[in-house]
T-cell receptor
Framework: AQSVTQPDIHITVSEGASLELRCNYS??????LFWYVQSPGQGLQLLLK??????LVQGIKGFEAEFKRSQSSFNLRKPSVHWSDAAEYFC????????????FGQGTTLQVKP | EAGVVQSPRYKIIEKKQPVAFWCNPI?????LYWYLQNLGQGPELLIR????????DSQLPKDRFSAERLKGVDSTLKIQPAELGDSAVYLC?????????????FGPGTRLTVL
């Protein structure tokens, strides 16, 4: 069965420091991969997505992610974190191109220290 | 353009009571999703509509949950009767069409507390 694992439940980084959030997936074929961000009281917002092609994808708000097939990973990175990045981040896999059904990881809460 | 609208934002009820959630998707979006998000977890799909047809309701607990999308626009998700374990956030999302290539836009959710 398809699944997504986000190993880190909670991460704290200092403002200005770099960030990497981990995501591992289990799926037989090349999946469609997504990262969403959820701020308190807000809906999920798409940061970036990977379907095919270049394995390094750029997203909004200065985020990027790299697809590594050999490691079944799709880690999210940002070179310099801002206080406004504090939120919950979800990795998701879309096993079917036709349905749009998404399977989400359990999320990683990012706290940013001043 | 206006985003996905959900109401109410918060709802507190006692167990065994009925409750309903309403969702207005982005104009022109044919596909509508209802997700359940338990505390500390990622969203889980409950049901997906393409226009007014429920095309994937395999995860919807049909003994107590029901949903409808009349006229292929607004949608309502109902629980009757509610149980303590139903306390969660119920998210609605919409996309122009079904399929992974069509971005899903999420509403702010309805936070349900069952006492």
């Amino acid at each position: 069965a398809q699944s997504v694992t986000q190993p880190d439940i909670h991460i704290t980084v200092s403002e200005g420091a770099s960030l990497e959030l981990r995501c591992n997936y289990s799926y037989g074929a090349t999946p469609y991969l997504f990262w969403y961000v959820q701020s308190p009281g807000q809906g999920l917002q798409l940061l970036l997505k990977y379907f095919s092609g270049d394995t390094l994808v750029q997203g909004i708000k200065g985020f990027e992610a790299e697809f590594k097939r050999s490691q079944s990973s799709f880690n999210l990175r940002k070179p310099s974190v801002h206080w406004s990045d504090a939120a919950e981040y979800f990795c998701a896999v879309g096993p079917s191109s036709n349905t749009g059904k998404l399977i989400f990881g359990q999320g990683t809460t990012l706290q940013v220290k001043p | 353009e206006a985003g996905v609208v959900q109401s109410p934002r918060y709802k507190i009820i006692e167990k065994k009571q009925p409750v309903a959630f309403w969702c207005n998707p982005i104009s022109g979006h044919n596909t509508l999703y209802w997700y359940l998000q338990n505390l500390g977890q990622g969203p889980e799909l409950l049901i997906r509509y393409e226009n007014e047809e429920a095309v994937d309701d395999s995860q919807l607990p049909k003994d107590r949950f029901s949903a409808e999308r009349l006229k292929g626009v607004d949608s309502t998700l109902k629980i009757q009767p509610a149980e303590l374990g139903d306390s969660a956030v119920y998210l609605c999302a919409s996309s122009r069409l079904a399929g992974a290539y069509n971005e899903q836009f999420f509403g702010p959710g309805t936070r349900l507390t069952v006492l």
